[in-house]
């Protein structure tokens, strides 16, 4: 098992790797995307002295972007230099990297819910997966690390189902902890995770309270410097980031063309960076959060309409067929059949898995259908879907193996009348 592991990961890395000199993908080199590179700009502010500064070119202090990838942006650029060809080289070797690692949590996973030859399924198919190959190569951001965290978040969920183990417990906690501190959008699904576990072992009459206790509190004391730093700086309490407020006025202030606004972003428009440098970076969001919902509450029809267009994009990457729209994103007439059969698929593993396996079918379904939620209503973007990818991958691989397997089941087996039986999959 361990050699053929290795042969997958060496191929996802090579796939991934193989890619990053095509001219089409990012180059955090061109001026254009050098200063607009939040996590660079953290970066840079880290190894400058100021500490965790604004992702936004201010020499202010800033919660705009959590902690970890910053951090890891600034090693590179510590041994390498800030915004080197060898530094960008290397944060990209290191998504690269991060994703390729995924398969292994991936196998593991699948091979827990649906029997070996689904985990081999899913092991191949994220090593050859195209949206792995290329935003891991293409787009330098927590995603990748996210990812990852979240699909070990899920094996420990796997087996925190069946083991009240403190250990165990604890490990989903602080791995919880890191992961919201990698990207706070992770935590709307940790309760989720935790309270389908405890009910599991209630149902078998094992001891659940203290191990989510303890959970919880590992959690907790993983975020906790987070948040001490934060109400330090600011003097208030701040949950996880503080741009809320520009996050929302970006999808809800009237413009639909594109399904948001980044040329209103203060990295892109010299007078709302004034703004922002002028009234200061929590005054500048919580004015930009007014904005919007003042927008909404003038036009909630609009708003309603939005969210279903959101809902719809992120699922199917449709937004419009408007010729200027498609001059912003011309790759989307390709990417729509390939994301909207993604889902499908998808949906057709929860579908063939609930008959044998309904209690896997709801703790992907509930991560799969919380995790975006939010997105609905602020604004949505490709890459904050990638972290649910590996589901994507297992379910799909593990419907199409269940298909191959009853085409086979029908090819081989003449019918007999009324004892047509579809074959197990185990």
Not at 19 to 24: A, G, Y
Not at 261 to 286: I, V
Request: with cysteine; charged share 15%.
């Amino acid at each position: 098992m361990r050699r053929r592991l290795a042969v997958v990961l060496l191929v996802a890395l090579a796939l991934r790797l193989a890619v990053l000199p095509l001219p089409n993908f990012e180059n955090l080199m061109d001026a254009d995307h050098i200063h607009a590179w939040e996590q660079g700009n953290v970066a840079e502010a880290l190894l400058a002295g100021r500490g965790f500064g604004s992702a936004l070119m201010s020499n202010q202090p800033s919660a705009i972007m959590p902690p970890v990838y910053p951090l890891i942006v600034a090693v590179m650029f510590h041994f390498f230099g800030v915004h080197t060809p060898a530094s960008i080289l290397a944060v990209h070797v290191f998504d690269c990297l991060i994703n390729t690692l995924a398969c292994i949590p991936i196998f593991l996973m699948a091979r827990r819910s649906f029997g070996e030859r689904a985990g081999w399924w899913a092991a191949w198919g994220w090593a050859i997966f195209p949206y792995g190959i290329y935003f891991s190569a293409a787009w330098a951001w927590s995603t990748h690390l996210l990812l990852l965290c979240l699909c070990w978040l899920l094996v420990l969920a796997q087996h925190m189902e069946e083991s009240p183990r403190l250990a165990l417990w604890a490990g989903f906690g602080l791995l919880a902890g890191f992961a919201g501190l990698t990207e706070p959008s992770v935590l709307v699904v940790i309760p989720f995770l935790l309270v389908l576990a405890c009910w599991r072992l209630a149902r078998e009459k094992k001891q659940w309270m203290l191990p989510g206790i303890v959970s919880s509190l590992a959690m907790a004391a993983a975020l906790s410097p987070w948040l001490i730093r934060n109400a330090m700086v600011f003097h208030r309490f701040i949950p996880m980031r503080d741009s809320m407020g520009l996050e929302m006025w970006m999808g809800n202030n009237g413009y639909d063309l594109h399904w948001t606004s980044n040329d209103l972003n203060p990295l892109h428009d010299p007078q709302e960076l004034a703004a922002f440098n002028s009234m200061g970076e929590l005054a500048y969001m919580n004015y930009k959060a007014q904005e919007a919902k003042a927008y909404i509450r003038e036009h909630p029809a609009w708003y309603m309409w939005m969210c279903v267009r959101r809902s719809f994009y992120l699922w199917t990457g449709f937004w419009s067929f408007n010729r200027d729209y498609l001059k912003l994103e011309p790759m989307d007439p390709a990417n729509i059949p390939f994301a909207t059969t993604l889902t499908l698929l998808m949906l057709l593993g929860l579908l063939t898995a609930w008959r044998d396996a309904p209690l896997e079918v709801i703790r992907y379904g509930g991560v799969l259908f919380l995790y975006p939620l939010m997105y609905y209503f602020v604004h949505p973007e490709a890459y904050r879907m990638r972290p649910l990818d590996p589901l994507f991958v297992i379910l799909g691989c593990y419907a199409l193996l269940v298909l191959r397997e009853r085409l086979k089941a029908s090819a081989t087996v003449p019918a007999v009348p009324g004892t047509a039986e579809a074959p197990a999959m185990k």
